[in-house]
């Protein structure tokens, strides 16, 4: 994937984040609706809320890290080793900071 292709599929990224940020956080009826639709959890609709706006804020956060890699000539690669992240692996998840092993030592660390 070239820096072309990788800053346009993060900027629609970062739109359509923004949008969901400013609908959970500013339109309470819309976010009901969705948990209604979605009976059988004992999340209460805050929440849930709080959860979907954590996660879409830590999401939109690598987004733009990664934009701002794009911009320093730094994607591509690890931000921890510095190798370079497969090809493949940046298909799936263009914001990706770091290769699969790094982000696995990561997510251990987090749990
Ligand atoms: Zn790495």
Known sequence: MDDATARMRLESMLE??????GVLTGDPVSVRER??????????????????????????????????????G?????????????????EARPEAARCVQCQARVERRRY
């Open 74 to 90: 730094g994607y591509g690669r690890c931000v921890d080793c510095g190798k370079i992240v497969p090809e493949g692996r940046l």
């Open 16 to 21: 359509e984040l923004d949008r969901s940020i």
């Open 35 to 72: 948990s209604a639709a979605d009976a059988g959890s004992d999340l209460t609709d805050a929440d849930r809320n709080r959860a979907m706006i954590d996660v879409a804020t830590r999401q939109r956060k690598a987004v733009l890290a990664a934009l701002k890699r794009l911009d320093e």
